[in-house]
């Protein structure tokens, strides 16, 4: 009887979490700014009522936050102007790839 064996490979790479709290504020982030962060890591965007009301602050202040999250290239918007904005995260934390290959025995 013939026995064949194969090599078997198999790679996990884990790409660290960007967006946490101390890579944020090493980046000069402000509470105000990780507020929102935390919200889209949360519920996926945030728009800027959404995070007007979650800060209380002025309309305003709000789309200026999130402008600067968006310059810092952390937010980037999705949708059509006014009220049609919406915030995301430019890449997702916890980003995982995963490869392999196996072989028979």
Not at 11 to 31: A, C, P
Request: proline residues 1%; glycine residues 6%.
């Amino acid at each position: 009887m013939e026995r064949k064996e194969e090599l078997r490979e198999f790679t996990i790479v884990f790409h660290k979490d960007i967006f946490n709290e101390e890579e944020l504020s090493k980046r000069g982030l402000k509470e105000r700014h990780i507020k929102a962060v935390r919200y889209v890591k949360e519920k996926g965007k945030i728009t800027n009522r959404e995070y007007k009301e979650l800060s209380n602050i002025s309309r305003q202040m709000a789309t200026i936050f999130l402008s600067q999250l968006v310059e810092k290239e952390i937010l980037i918007m999705k949708g059509k102007a006014g009220k049609g904005i919406a915030y995301q995260l430019t890449k997702l934390p916890n980003n995982c790839l995963i490869k392999g290959k196996f072989g028979t025995m």
